[in-house]
């Protein structure tokens, strides 16, 4: 049985006097996709942020038995939790490879830097095709593979992802999803906040389903797949 990579306890986040964020509580095991599905306005984006340290919170996390409790980001990423914001936010006015190179910056293993490297241009051909190229020329979907190549960059563990579909093209999305796929098969452990449930759904191992700041449901995505309340609230069907 896999260990628990994450443990999310209790949380609570706050917009001053408002709680986006109503104490919420799950897991994310070791190798596993958990999704994040719900509504806008929900408190999917809030809670990735209060993890990787972005907001403060009350409550428990807990990431391979370190409390993140009022760590800074960059502590959060040196104990192996990567997040890929949602936009993405590469650096457009550097190239694909100054960018990975960025993604690795608080490593010394040369030689895992090097290795990672030709990792991701294997998982991500199109980086290898435009390594000199300037990242903001790069189409949106590419510009996504970059933001996920960087994180991967920096040898995270686990990958906090939100809203990796946005803005694609319905193949673009399919791509992005594979190359989701292909990175939890190397062993990536991915916590993924997707608005598009049909997709989230059938890439991840569990999902839990949060409105208006409550996890509502939680469970094997096969299943909340096919529960009448997610398919007629968010897929579309009756």
């Not at 260990?3 to 070791?30: C, P, W």
């Not at 929900?42 to 409790?69: N, Q, Y």
């Not at 959060?76 to 936010?89: A, D, I, Y």
């Amino acid at each position: 049985m896999s260990e628990t990579m994450l443990r999310v306890e209790n949380l609570v986040v706050r917009y001053g006097d408002i709680r986006a964020v109503k104490g919420i509580s799950f897991h994310v095991q070791q190798g596993e996709i958990l999704a994040l599905v719900g509504a806008n306005g929900a408190g999917k984006t809030t809670t990735l942020r209060a993890i990787s340290g972005m907001l403060p919170f009350e409550g428990s996390v807990v990431l391979e038995g370190r409390d993140l409790r009022g760590l800074t980001p960059d502590r959060v990423l040196r104990l192996g939790l990567s997040h890929v914001p949602e936009g993405r936010g590469i650096f457009g006015g550097l190239t694909v490879m100054e960018n990975l190179q960025l993604g690795a910056w608080i490593r010394r293993d040369k030689a895992g830097r090097a290795h990672d490297l030709e990792m991701v241009m294997d998982v991500f051909p199109r980086l290898r095709e435009r390594v000199a190229q300037l990242a903001g020329t790069l189409s949106g979907g590419e510009q996504q593979m970059l933001a996920l190549a960087r994180a991967r960059m920096s040898d995270a563990r686990l990958l906090i992802l939100d809203e990796p579909s946005m803005g694609l093209a319905p193949k673009l999305v399919q791509e992005v999803f594979a190359v989701l796929r292909q990175l939890n098969e190397r062993g990536v452990t991915i916590l993924l906040v997707e608005q598009n449930a049909n997709m989230a759904l059938r890439l991840a191992h569990r999902a839990c389903l949060l409105e208006t700041g409550n996890l509502v449901l939680e469970g094997p995505a096969s299943e909340l797949l096919v529960n009448p309340r997610v398919r007629e609230a968010y897929l579309g069907a009756a």
